[in-house]
Protein backbone atom coordinates (compact mmCIF):
# COMPACT_ATOMS: atom_id res chain seq x y z
CA UNK A 1 0.00 0.00 0.00
CA UNK A 2 1.07 3.60 -0.97
CA UNK A 3 1.98 5.96 1.59
CA UNK A 4 -0.02 8.74 0.68
CA UNK A 5 0.92 12.33 2.45
CA UNK A 6 -1.23 14.85 2.67
CA UNK A 7 0.34 18.68 2.82
CA UNK A 8 0.09 20.15 5.72
CA UNK A 9 -1.43 24.01 5.01
CA UNK A 10 -2.12 26.69 6.56
CA UNK A 11 -5.67 28.37 6.28
CA UNK A 12 -7.70 31.75 7.10
CA UNK A 13 -8.47 32.27 10.76
CA UNK A 14 -11.95 33.53 9.82
CA UNK A 15 -13.29 31.16 7.24
CA UNK A 16 -10.59 28.03 6.65
CA UNK A 17 -9.72 29.18 3.41
CA UNK A 18 -6.19 27.61 2.33
CA UNK A 19 -3.86 30.23 2.15
CA UNK A 20 -0.38 29.07 2.32
CA UNK A 21 1.76 25.69 1.94
CA UNK A 22 3.85 24.60 5.26
CA UNK A 23 6.70 23.54 2.71
CA UNK A 24 6.61 27.59 1.08
CA UNK A 25 8.24 28.65 4.70
CA UNK A 26 11.07 30.54 4.18
CA UNK A 27 11.06 32.19 7.74
CA UNK A 28 9.22 31.63 10.95
CA UNK A 29 11.44 34.60 12.51
CA UNK A 30 9.54 37.54 11.10
CA UNK A 31 7.80 40.38 13.42
CA UNK A 32 4.74 42.16 12.85
CA UNK A 33 2.90 44.66 15.51
CA UNK A 34 0.78 42.13 16.43
CA UNK A 35 3.27 39.58 17.05
CA UNK A 36 4.95 36.64 15.53
CA UNK A 37 4.76 35.96 11.17
CA UNK A 38 5.79 33.61 8.83
CA UNK A 39 7.57 34.62 5.40
CA UNK A 40 6.38 32.25 2.28
CA UNK A 41 7.80 31.78 -0.84
CA UNK A 42 4.10 31.79 -2.15
CA UNK A 43 0.44 31.90 -1.34
CA UNK A 44 -2.97 31.23 -2.79
CA UNK A 45 -6.33 32.37 -2.29
CA UNK A 46 -5.33 35.81 -1.65
CA UNK A 47 -5.96 39.38 -2.98
CA UNK A 48 -3.25 41.93 -3.15
CA UNK A 49 -4.18 45.39 -1.91
CA UNK A 50 -2.66 48.96 -3.15
CA UNK A 51 1.01 48.97 -3.40
CA UNK A 52 2.14 51.67 -0.57
CA UNK A 53 5.28 52.48 1.19
CA UNK A 54 5.56 51.12 4.02
CA UNK A 55 8.41 52.20 7.55
CA UNK A 56 8.91 48.45 8.78
CA UNK A 57 11.49 46.89 11.46
CA UNK A 58 14.18 46.41 8.62
CA UNK A 59 13.60 49.42 6.81
CA UNK A 60 11.48 51.14 4.31
CA UNK A 61 9.48 48.82 1.59
CA UNK A 62 6.93 48.91 -0.89
CA UNK A 63 4.23 46.13 0.40
CA UNK A 64 0.59 45.59 -0.33
CA UNK A 65 -1.82 44.23 1.95
CA UNK A 66 -2.88 40.67 1.39
CA UNK A 67 -6.50 39.24 2.11
CA UNK A 68 -8.32 36.45 2.26
CA UNK A 69 -10.01 36.01 -1.24
CA UNK A 70 -13.31 34.41 0.32
CA UNK A 71 -14.10 36.69 3.78
CA UNK A 72 -11.48 39.74 2.89
CA UNK A 73 -9.48 39.79 6.10
CA UNK A 74 -6.18 40.84 6.35
CA UNK A 75 -3.76 38.51 6.55
CA UNK A 76 -0.50 40.16 6.21
CA UNK A 77 1.63 41.36 2.68
CA UNK A 78 3.63 41.01 0.12
CA UNK A 79 7.04 42.53 -0.30
CA UNK A 80 6.96 44.21 -4.02
CA UNK A 81 10.42 46.57 -3.36
CA UNK A 82 13.09 46.28 -1.06
CA UNK A 83 15.45 49.41 -0.54
CA UNK A 84 17.65 48.08 0.85
CA UNK A 85 20.02 46.10 -1.00
CA UNK A 86 20.31 43.32 2.33
CA UNK A 87 16.46 43.03 1.73
CA UNK A 88 15.84 42.18 -1.57
CA UNK A 89 15.63 38.90 -0.95
CA UNK A 90 11.99 39.92 -0.07
CA UNK A 91 11.00 40.65 -2.78
CA UNK A 92 7.97 39.22 -3.90
CA UNK A 93 7.73 37.36 -0.99
CA UNK A 94 4.61 37.02 1.65
CA UNK A 95 4.36 37.55 5.12
CA UNK A 96 1.41 36.09 6.92
CA UNK A 97 0.87 36.80 10.65
CA UNK A 98 0.88 34.23 13.11
CA UNK A 99 -2.66 34.91 14.91
CA UNK A 100 -4.29 35.26 11.34
CA UNK A 101 -3.54 32.02 10.19
CA UNK A 102 -4.50 28.23 11.24
CA UNK A 103 -2.93 24.87 10.83
CA UNK A 104 -4.59 22.27 8.85
CA UNK A 105 -3.13 18.62 8.64
CA UNK A 106 -0.42 18.93 11.32
Not at 34 to 53: D, P, Q, T, V, Y
Request: glycine share 4%; aromatic share 12%; with cysteine.
Amino acid sequence: MADVSVPRIYSCYNCRNHVARHDDIISKNFQSSHGRAFLFSHAMNIEEGKKENRQLMTGLHVVADIYCKDCRKVLGWKYEKAYEEAQKYKEGKFVLEKFKITKENF
